[in-house]
């Protein structure tokens, strides 16, 4: 079974991307989503969190603190890197797990999706990875819209911490351009049929 990662900035589609090949029968981990789930539930790594960023890491109710954990992460580099370092080792873990149950299926490849792929070297796990690629002010443009919480300063903060895209393109195996430019579906299709031969 293959391993396909799917990366790409904030706001360049890799969400949409990766409904497209959902709807063609891929599974797809969503990286981001099991991050929030493991800090959610994992009881050792909420120890952790609660520790390094203080009780506010968490609502009186329980839940992540989402709002609190941006504000204080993504604009310093070192509590970036502390929350990284606490969470991505429990990502990778959960997804062996959870690709090994897709080998079981029968599956031909699944897909990884994550925006920070090469950064936390998750790309290691894997045999080939998609980079989504979209100009910066549409991915702007889009995440505003998306994200209303979000000022255009809170986009480049978080621009700032991943990856130039052209280093993005350099090290992908393949390209799905997202510009409003090119059609999504037919790329999509293709690459399916590569990821299956
Ligand atoms: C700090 C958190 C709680 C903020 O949550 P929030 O819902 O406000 O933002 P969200 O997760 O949707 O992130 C917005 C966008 O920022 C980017 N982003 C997320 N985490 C990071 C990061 N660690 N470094 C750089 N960019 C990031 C992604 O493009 C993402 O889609 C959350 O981003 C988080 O837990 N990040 C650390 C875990 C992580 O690295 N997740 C991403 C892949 S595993
Ligand atoms: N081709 C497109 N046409 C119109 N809207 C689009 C297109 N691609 C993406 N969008 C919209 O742009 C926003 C960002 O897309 P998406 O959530 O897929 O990006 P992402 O790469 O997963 O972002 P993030 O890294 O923030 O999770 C979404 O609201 C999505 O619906």
Partial sequence: MKLIGITGG?????????????????????????????????????DEL?????????????????TYLARVAFPDPAQLARLNA????????DFAEWAAARQQEGHAYVLKEAALLYESGAYQQLHQV???????????????????????????????????????????HHVVYNDDEHLLIPQVVQLDREFRD
């Fill in 86 to 93: 606490l969470v991505h080792p429990h990502v990778g873990r």
């Fill in 130 to 172: 998609i980079t989504v690629f979209a100009p910066q002010v549409l991915r702007q443009a889009r995440v505003l819209r998306r994200d209303p919480h979000r000022t255009p300063d809170d986009i480049l903060t978080i621009i700032g911490k991943q990856l130039s895209e052209e280093e993005k393109l350099k090290r992908a």
């Fill in 10 to 46: 904030i706001g360049s589609g890799k969400s949409v991307v990766c409904r497209l090949f959902q709807v063609l029968g891929a599974p797809v981990y969503d990286s981001d989503a099991r991050a929030k789930c493991v800090m959610a539930h994992d009881a050792r790594l909420r």
């Fill in 50 to 66: 609660t520790a390094a960023f203080g009780p506010e890491a968490f609502t009186p109710e329980g839940q992540l603190n989402r």
